[in-house]
């Protein structure tokens, strides 16, 4: 059975209906991060939303915030392995056309590389975004048509998150610039996932005819672009580090370079390949 994943506000709200409506076997998840005086009056408003449309609601309390780091990175790997560990089946988000907006401006912000332009997908494992063809106007729309109420988190327009200020001060000012500025950003994200397709193919050509694990030779003899992708490739899902290309291929045999995100590039045998950093030795004075 799949599981939606209900926050209580419009978008998973509007999701959970639809997905009732369609017929599909579902169960609803709500997590409880006890993080704002209001947590307890959403996850009476879920209950209360499930019963009436007689889905099936398991409620995760979140353990103890982090005292310090990304509260929001936090909180989405709460409730992603909250969800993961109750089905096999696909785990339905809320994620809308303005999310994705939002999403593509702030990774534009925040880090190099054309990853940042390619937003999130309809599908990504078992993770699905059904809503990623609507907007959170259209959202509401849906919810006030069938009188469905939905809550409000005011931690969402929090100056002191990045996510609310690109949602209520960057995209106001794209918006007075040019009134379709969110329609051109989608669909200049339709344009880029149909090229991401054409050089995905390219990539896995070049890297195919570098061998496994990649020659370090065979990968500094392609065009530049083409480096980029290709170490980027090798590096899997991890950090961003194209724009770090040619500091990685200018490593010396045996040389290696932490580049973030736990990965370290390392050049054995004339081949590039990324492993694990390892943990570091802690030298203490008697």
Same mark, same amino acid.
């Given at each position: ?6 926050? $209580? ?20 998840? =709500? ?7 209001? !947590?307890?009056?959403?996850? %009476? ?17 979140? #353990? ?45 912000? %925040? ?21 990623? #063809? ?6 509401? %729309? ?35 610039? =040019? ?24 990539? #896995? ?5 570098? $061998?496994?694990?990649?020659? %370090? ?24 580090? $194209? ?6 291929? !200018? ?8 580049? #973030? $995100? ?25």
């Amino acid at each position: 059975m799949n599981v939606v994943m209900l926050s $209580g506000g419009r978008d998973s709200v509007c999701l959970l209906h639809k997905t009732v409506a369609s017929g599909a076997p579902v169960t609803a998840l =709500h997590v409880n991060y006890g993080l704002r005086p209001e !947590a307890g009056e959403d996850e %009476a408003f879920c209950r209360a939303l499930c019963a009436e449309l007689g889905v099936p609601l398991h409620v995760h309390h979140a #353990g103890p915030a982090p005292a310090s780091g990304n509260l929001q990175a936090w909180a989405r790997d709460v409730r992603y392995e909250a969800a993961l560990a109750r089905t096999d089946g696909d785990v339905a988000t809320g994620h809308t056309a303005t999310d994705q907006v939002e999403t593509v401006l702030y990774r534009l912000a %925040a880090s190099p590389g054309r990853r940042a332009l390619l937003g999130m997908r309809e599908r990504d494992g078992q993770l699905v975004r059904p809503l990623l #063809g609507v907007t959170r106007a259209e959202t509401a %729309a849906h919810c006030r048509a069938r009188g469905l109420d939905w809550v409000e988190d005011a931690s969402n327009a929090d100056p002191a998150f990045a996510r609310g200020r690109v949602r209520h001060s960057l995209l106001p000012a794209l918006r007075s610039i =040019h009134p379709a500025a969110e329609a051109n950003v989608l669909r200049t994200l339709a344009l880029l996932r149909d090229e991401a397709d054409v050089l995905d193919e390219v990539v #896995g050509a070049a890297l195919a005819a570098a $061998g496994d694990p990649p020659s %370090a030779d065979a990968l500094r003899a392609l065009p530049p672009a083409l480096q980029r992708l290709a170490v980027q490739r090798l590096a899997g899902d991890g950090p961003a580090i $194209g724009h770090r290309t040619a500091e990685i291929l !200018a490593l010396p045999e045996g040389g290696a370079l932490d580049v #973030g $995100g736990g990965l370290r590039a390392r050049i054995e045998g004339g081949r590039l390949e990324f492993v694990s950093t390892p943990p570091r030795v802690r030298v203490t004075s008697a």
